[in-house]
């Protein structure tokens, strides 16, 4: 099989020919000072891995580096950018949004990995009216996806991302406003929250219904704010699953399949996943890693309902090794994950300073585990 084939297998949830492995979305930092900048599709070819390519494009997302968020501006939402600091190891960015009926304010920083959001947009209640109706939602343009996917051909998938900083409702509402405020929020004004949450779905679901024809294998929604170690199981029901639903029937509509992130925290929510009709889900963190339950226990509670990808510690698997370890997890991995198949071996999440020779040895392991 081709990578491309193998990847698709498993999320058909069946057998492949052998263990698919790969990453998730290689991080610019690594390709830099680690692969001598090639780009993420080579970085998979040159390791033999089965390539997960993003495709991001003009999604909305608030906490970028190096954007001309002008392309953001409406008349009615005119995004001013203020530097405050330039130094790649501290950058510091103020952005002051003129609508016609009031301001709103976020600052971020970064580093050469990563950029976060150190002041929330969201200040009072009255300003997600002001996100309702002003802030713009873009179309999203097929030809750059048409042309990735064609780039890609038999190494690998094509994922697709839902407008907005994160792909859930809730998930984007914490890019938005403080997460701890948000949880406030959720006992003392639910009402509030739910018009948060209605305010963003509408938006998401008008970007989706641009997404007909977009050739994307895969389409990531969900995000870290929604696991299980951020909130409860209840409030994930409350919060997540409808709106989670909605979107994944759009996708559906459109042909898609759909993988729901969660960063780790899944101990609790398994049957919400299954029930918000993803087909996929992901990252499966490792107590190692910050999740609450190891890969395996997910795979036990959720059978062959759902896909899964995910599961190897980024950090103290893969980048601290040493190289038999590496292999010992991926081969444990294989045995009690995915020894029914329907299971994409693949790091956690996001590394960094990972030695090159490690992330050979992770993929010269998974050829190993072969399916009969």
Not at 12 to 26: A, C, F, N, T
Not at 28 to 45: C, P, R, V, W
Not at 56 to 64: E, I, K, N, P, R
Not at 242 to 253: E, G, I, Q
Request: charged share 25%.
């Amino acid at each position: 099989m081709v990578p491309k084939e193998r990847l698709l297998t498993a999320l058909e949830k069946g057998k492949p020919d052998r263990l698919p492995i790969s990453v998730h979305q290689w991080q610019d930092y690594h390709l830099k000072y680690y692969l001598n900048g090639i780009s993420a599709l080579e970085a998979f070819q040159k390791f033999g891995m089965d390539a997960q390519i993003q495709y991001f494009g003009d999604v909305g997302q608030t906490a970028l580096v190096d954007y001309d968020f002008n392309k953001f501006s409406t008349p009615e939402w005119q995004d001013e950018v203020t530097v405050i600091d330039s130094d790649p190891e501290h950058r510091v960015a103020y952005h002051a949004i003129q609508t016609p009926k009031g301001l709103l304010t976020y600052k971020t920083r970064g580093d050469r990995k990563t950029t976060w959001i150190t002041e929330y947009m969201v200040k009072r209640d009255e300003d997600i009216e002001l996100i309702d109706k002003y802030l713009p939602v873009g179309k999203l343009d097929l030809s750059p996806v048409r042309a990735l996917y064609d780039k890609i051909g038999g190494d690998g998938i094509l994922r697709g991302f839902v407008w907005g900083d994160q792909g859930g409702c809730w998930q984007h509402a914490c890019c938005l406003m403080d997460v701890t405020e948000l949880i406030l929020r959720c006992v003392d004004k639910p009402d509030w929250v739910h018009r948060f949450l209605t305010i963003l779905l509408k938006k998401k679901l008008r970007f989706i219904e641009s997404m007909k024809g977009a050739k994307f294998d895969l389409v990531e929604t969900g995000g870290g704010a929604g696991s299980s170690t951020v909130i409860s199981p209840a409030l994930h029901k409350e919060f997540c699953t409808p709106y989670d639903r909605k979107m994944h029937d759009a996708l559906h509509d459109l042909g898609f399949k759909v993988v729901y992130h969660t960063c780790g925290g899944t101990k609790g929510i398994e049957e919400l996943i299954v029930a918000n009709g993803a087909d996929a889900s992901e990252t499966l963190a490792p107590p190692s890693i910050g999740g609450n339950q190891e890969p395996w226990e997910l795979k036990r509670k959720v059978g062959d309902r759902l896909a899964l990808i995910g599961g190897l510690d980024q950090f103290n698997v893969l980048t601290a090794g040493p190289p038999e370890k590496i292999r010992q997890t991926v081969h444990t991995l294989f045995e009690r994950v995915g020894q029914d198949g329907g299971y994409i071996c693949s790091v956690s999440d996001h590394f960094f300073d990972t030695p090159v020779e490690h992330l050979q040895a992770m993929a010269d392991a998974a050829k190993e585990c072969v399916y009969r």
